[in-house]
């Protein structure tokens, strides 16, 4: 682990040291004792790791707003370097119309407050009504089938590439109602979008990219919302280009950046869940067997599985008011990093929080969804998916293993997300 003093160890982990993203549980047992509301200099906002804590501060939505939660944006930071610097490049300059125009600036769902977020949350909530992903489970397993088809007869795969990308980058794809063809320039938006989050100074070539990417994705989804206006379909972009509360629209900015936050939400963490599980049958004694013999256990797997590693580690919220949590005073307009894994981990809610257990009562209690007013609104899809995908798993192959010398588990370079770039299995095709 990281030597130094818990604030070095915070800090090594704010700059995406890859040992202290591949461990950060030590860091933030250690904040919650010391300093469970702490302030971070180098991130110049609170960090808060008490489950209470952080329970408390994401349902009062009063004296906390979530308009920043990937963070406040330091303008010495090297993506606000990197923007100005392509700010002068005059090829860059209808990408920074688009930038400037649409999603980038629109308060939506995961950056919006009430009332706007609850009138927000109205008008998509048939997206994700239980019957539309009732409806989707055949689906589901077919392309769970076709993919496991693909690696099972090999006897090893790198997971992440061979399933975990594929997966959910499909389904969402199919919820939205675009052609999967495009999956792949799906999966580079998607991935360039997420590039500022948990990641404050990127290259000038990755900030180029997130440009771009973004400038291309809003045309493409703009022109495919004017065309559900026209002629609506059973999918998410028709629900949302046709949304109405109280007889008012969406405008055009709400919609491209909710359809942004689908596509992004959609895949990259349910990717991270997939990973993390496949991770955990590789490596736990026992557990394939388990859940094999029961199966009542796979929902609870998954519950356990997020609550040991959060795909979204924890999001921001920001003062609205001068107030206090718990013994700390906080300003208005003070940031704080709610650490959603550091709260999945704390002992007075889950006891023995660091040893993985298939069979702990309060699982189901974790915050890798978030909780309250912003609870994830795609919870019930990435579920479904973990376990369709689960199920059939275990139903293909056994003897799950971890592949000698192929793996250098090296997180994604992000210390607010949670996911191996990799995983390289073994495993047996079951008879």
């Given at each position: 682990?990281?030597?130094?003093?818990?604030?070095?160890?915070?800090?090594?982990?704010?700059?995406?040291?890859?040992?202290?993203?591949?461990?950060?549980?030590?860091?933030?047992?250690?904040?919650?004792?010391?300093?469970?509301?702490?302030?971070?200099?180098?991130?110049?906002?609170?960090?808060?790791?008490?489950?209470?804590?952080?329970?408390?501060?994401?349902?009062?939505?009063?004296?906390?707003?979530?308009?920043?939660?990937?963070?406040?944006?330091?303008?010495?930071?090297?993506?606000?370097?990197?923007?100005?610097?392509?700010?002068?490049?005059?090829?860059?300059?209808?990408?920074?119309?688009?930038?400037?125009?649409?999603?980038?600036?629109?308060?939506?769902?995961?950056?919006?407050?009430?009332?706007?977020?609850?009138?927000?949350?109205?008008?998509?909530?048939?997206?994700?009504?239980?019957?539309?992903?009732?409806?989707?489970?055949?689906?589901?397993?077919?392309?769970?089938?076709?993919?496991?088809?693909?690696?099972?007869?090999?006897?090893?795969?790198?997971?992440?590439?061979?399933?975990?990308?594929?997966?959910?980058?499909?389904?969402?794809?199919?919820?939205?109602?675009?052609?999967?063809?495009?999956?792949?320039?799906?999966?580079?938006?998607?991935?360039?979008?997420?590039?500022?989050?948990?990641?404050?100074?990127?290259?000038?070539?990755?900030?180029?990219?997130?440009?771009?990417?973004?400038?291309?994705?809003?045309?493409?989804?703009?022109?495919?919302?004017?065309?559900?206006?026209?002629?609506?379909?059973?999918?998410?972009?028709?629900?949302?280009?046709?949304?109405?509360?109280?007889?008012?629209?969406?405008?055009?900015?709400?919609?491209?950046?909710?359809?942004?936050?689908?596509?992004?939400?959609?895949n990259e963490t349910t990717t991270k869940l997939l990973t993390n599980l496949m991770h955990h049958l590789a490596v736990e004694d026992g557990l394939e067997?388990?859940?094999?013999?029961?199966?009542?256990?796979?929902?609870?797997?998954?519950?356990?599985?997020?609550?040991?590693?959060?795909?979204?580690?924890?999001?921001?919220?920001?003062?609205?008011?001068?107030?206090?949590?718990?013994?700390?005073?906080?300003?208005?307009?003070?940031?704080?990093?709610?650490?959603?894994?550091?709260?999945?981990?704390?002992?007075?809610?889950?006891?023995?929080?660091?040893?993985?257990?298939?069979?702990?009562?309060?699982?189901?209690?974790?915050?890798?969804?978030?909780?309250?007013?912003?609870?994830?609104?795609?919870?019930?899809?990435?579920?479904?998916?973990?376990?369709?995908?689960?199920?059939?798993?275990?139903?293909?192959?056994?003897?799950?293993?971890?592949?000698?010398?192929?793996?250098?588990?090296?997180?994604?370079?992000?210390?607010?997300?949670?996911?191996?770039?990799?995983?390289?299995?073994?495993?047996?095709?079951?008879?």
């Amino acid at each position: 682990m990281t030597t130094g003093t818990t604030e070095e160890k915070l800090d090594a982990l704010i700059d995406r040291d890859q040992e202290a993203i591949g461990c950060p549980y030590p860091i933030f047992s250690s904040l919650r004792s010391e300093s469970p509301i702490h302030f971070s200099e180098k991130l110049g906002t609170w960090v808060c790791t008490r489950y209470e804590d952080i329970m408390e501060i994401l349902h009062d939505t009063d004296r906390f707003s979530s308009l920043m939660p990937t963070g406040p944006r330091d303008g010495r930071s090297g993506f606000a370097t990197a923007m100005e610097e392509l700010a002068a490049d005059p090829s860059m300059a209808e990408y920074f119309q688009s930038f400037l125009a649409n999603a980038a600036n629109a308060a939506v769902l995961l950056n919006a407050d009430p009332p706007e977020h609850r009138r927000q949350r109205k008008a998509v909530n048939r997206a994700f009504r239980p019957t539309r992903l009732r409806g989707m489970e055949p689906m589901i397993e077919d392309v769970t089938k076709n993919l496991l088809d693909k690696l099972v007869t090999k006897g090893e795969s790198e997971f992440v590439a061979d399933f975990a990308v594929g997966l959910p980058m499909t389904i969402i794809a199919v919820a939205l109602g675009v052609e999967t063809d495009d999956l792949g320039t799906f999966k580079k938006w998607s991935d360039d979008l997420v590039m500022p989050v948990g990641n404050p100074d990127p290259t000038t070539e990755k900030v180029r990219d997130y440009l771009i990417s973004l400038s291309q994705f809003n045309e493409f989804f703009g022109n495919l919302l004017e065309l559900r206006r026209e002629e609506a379909q059973e999918d998410i972009i028709s629900d949302v280009a046709n949304a109405e509360v109280n007889e008012e629209m969406l405008n055009e900015a709400e919609m491209l950046s909710m359809l942004q936050q689908f596509l992004v939400a959609g895949n990259e963490t349910t990717t991270k869940l997939l990973t993390n599980l496949m991770h955990h049958l590789a490596v736990e004694d026992g557990l394939e067997e388990n859940l094999r013999k029961d199966p009542t256990l796979i929902d609870n797997f998954i519950e356990e599985g997020l609550r040991f590693e959060a795909p979204v580690g924890g999001l921001f919220r920001m003062a609205k008011e001068d107030t206090t949590v718990g013994e700390t005073k906080l300003s208005e307009g003070d940031h704080i990093w709610l650490i959603f894994a550091a709260a999945n981990r704390d002992p007075e809610v889950f006891p023995s929080p660091d040893e993985f257990s298939v069979n702990r009562e309060n699982a189901r209690d974790h915050l890798a969804f978030g909780h309250g007013e912003h609870f994830c609104i795609g919870a019930t899809l990435a579920r479904l998916e973990a376990r369709i995908a689960v199920d059939q798993i275990l139903s293909r192959i056994e003897n799950i293993r971890l592949i000698e010398g192929k793996n250098n588990f090296e997180y994604e370079d992000t210390f607010v997300l949670r996911g191996l770039k990799e995983l390289h299995v073994a495993f047996d095709v079951r008879e």
